[in-house]
């Protein structure tokens, strides 16, 4: 389909349709060449032809224009990759709410902690527990506090706690064994699923990451 260049002089004048026509293609372009740029291509170099444009039959079309065969098998990458998915696609106001959507995730996930500590028994007597804190406004699931194992044990140890609500503090029975070397608060480590399904490792050094 051939299309009619906009952008040189001494050509007619534009319908009303027409220059509608052109900003929504222009617009187009303008956004693919961003999506071209955030994945590493210098859209000025290797696609110096991507424009918007009017067919002779009156419809916005892109013009990509001829490209070396090197450019285009590392679009043809890319693309297949999926990285591009979403740079296609979705409008900047859209990516802005997904990275706004994963702070969020990540945000509740820095506001779960565990940590031992010594307490007072209902005899009198002195103990250890696990303290697992949600300060955040949802609950989380499948919490475990996994444990080092015995001598001669073959299989991980973990304490089950199940779901932790927000806003609250759960204790667990700590290692009657670990109170002979107890100094003082420390974390433990932790693993839970966040409200929106992703797994979470907080490890004795208190540092945060995905789980595996």
Do not use: C
Request: glycine share 10%.
């Amino acid at each position: 389909m051939e299309a009619i260049t906009t952008r040189t002089t001494g050509q007619a004048a534009m319908t009303g349709d027409q220059s509608a026509e052109l900003a929504a293609a222009r617009k187009s372009a303008d956004r693919l060449a961003i999506a071209l740029e955030e994945i590493g291509f210098d859209v000025g170099q290797e696609f110096p032809a991507l424009d918007g444009a009017v067919s002779r039959e009156g419809s916005a079309v892109v013009r990509i224009g001829d490209v070396q065969p090197d450019i285009a098998d590392g679009l043809a990458s890319a693309l297949t990759r999926g990285m591009v998915g979403s740079f296609l696609v979705a409008p900047r106001q859209d990516r802005r709410e997904v990275d706004h959507a994963d702070e969020e995730r990540s945000s509740q996930a820095e506001q779960i902690s565990a940590w031992v500590e010594d307490i007072r028994k209902s005899d009198g007597g002195r103990g250890l527990a696990f303290h697992i804190h949600n300060a955040s406004a949802m609950p989380v699931y499948e919490v475990e506090l996994p444990l080092p194992g015995r001598p001669g044990e073959e299989e991980p140890r973990s304490e089950s706690v199940g779901l932790v609500p927000p806003g609250q503090t759960i204790r667990r029975p700590a290692p009657a064994e670990w109170l002979g070397t107890y100094v003082a608060p420390e974390p433990a480590k932790i693993e839970f699923t966040d409200n929106v399904g992703r797994r979470w490792t907080r490890d004795e050094r208190g540092t945060l990451s995905r789980a595996r």
